[in-house]
């Protein structure tokens, strides 16, 4: 579905991604992990389009990436960016009719399809109730679901998530995150999501992509990537870790520095 060979990134004479070599299969969730500033970000914004990469290439369903006119792309990937939605003056269901976007002409209105899909989504993310208020009276965690609802809507074949469950409590990041498996599971959908709690994303995710200062650290299952020395090589912390009673994957624990006794 999506390949990078060799990708790099650069900004002011410095690197920000270095050699990076990734293969998103159809049909899998790969999550990204790092430390602030390592290239999460850069990585994300290099696969999808919107920056061109200074070295290597990267292919969406075989072909360069750059040879996608924007709507042909968007029919393909959704994107969701790290940065919140603003206080827009549209309601909870004109931005997510914006999602729809890539299947209209310039000038064909919403078709029959267009509203039964966002009605569906709607529904699913839990923003029915409230899909005509008004953008600007909803809490960040709302409008954080409304932008992933808006993407969602695409019906895309690869979905991208910078940072999705940023705002969103403890029952909302299960809800959506459970909502994208079960997405995944029974449309076959692609995900490629960035996330910095190291536990959901070991439940949650098939493989995961370390990274640190622009570099990948290592890639695999989430046993194989968060372990106790690769948790200190990326982050520079030394975590405990247990195995999960019923998923059985690894799970994080911090514990605060020790005060040396005088």
């Known amino acids: ?22 293969c998103v299969e159809k049909g899998e969730m790969v999550g990204v992990l790092g430390a602030n ?5 850069t990585l994300i914004r290099c696969l999808t389009g919107e920056w061109k990469a200074d070295s290597g290439e990267v292919r969406l369903k075989g072909e ?5 006119s924007p709507k042909e792309r968007a029919r393909i990937v959704a994107v969701l960016a790290q940065e919140p939605l603003g206080e827009i003056e549209f309601t909870v269901e004109e931005v997510v ?23 569906s989504v709607l529904r699913q993310t839990g923003l029915w109730p409230m899909k005509q208020r008004q953008l600007a009276e909803l809490s960040g965690g709302e409008r954080q679901r409304v932008a992933i609802a808006r993407t969602m809507a695409q019906e895309p074949e690869l979905l991208v998530l910078d940072e999705p469950t940023t705002f969103l409590d403890i029952r909302h990041q299960l809800a959506i ?27 949650y ?27 200190e090589e990326a982050y520079g912390v030394t975590p405990l870790l247990m195995t999960h009673p019923t998923l059985h994957v690894p799970q994080v624990f911090l514990q605060p520095a020790k005060e040396e006794k005088k």
């Not at 500033?37 to 970000?41: A, D, V």
């Not at 360069?64 to 996608?68: G, H």
């Not at 299947?103 to 919403?110: D, T």
């Open 1 to 22: 579905m999506l390949q990078a060979a060799r990708l790099g990134k650069k900004a002011g004479g410095r690197w920000l991604l270095q050699e990076i070599d990734l």
């Open 97 to 119: 009719k914006m999602g729809r976007y890539p299947y209209q002409s310039r000038w064909s209105w919403a078709s029959g399809r267009d509203f039964d899909v966002c009605d």
């Open 64 to 68: 360069r990436i750059d040879t996608y």
């Open 177 to 203: 995150l459970d909502l994208l498996k079960k997405w995944q599971s029974e449309c076959g959908l692609t995900i490629l999501i960035v996330l910095h709690d190291l536990n959901l994303a070991a439940q």
């Open 205 to 231: 995710c098939d493989r995961l992509v370390l990274l640190k200062e622009g570099r990948m650290v290592t890639s695999g299952v989430p046993k194989a990537v968060i372990t106790r020395e690769r948790i």
């Open 37 to 41: 500033g390592s290239g999460k970000s």
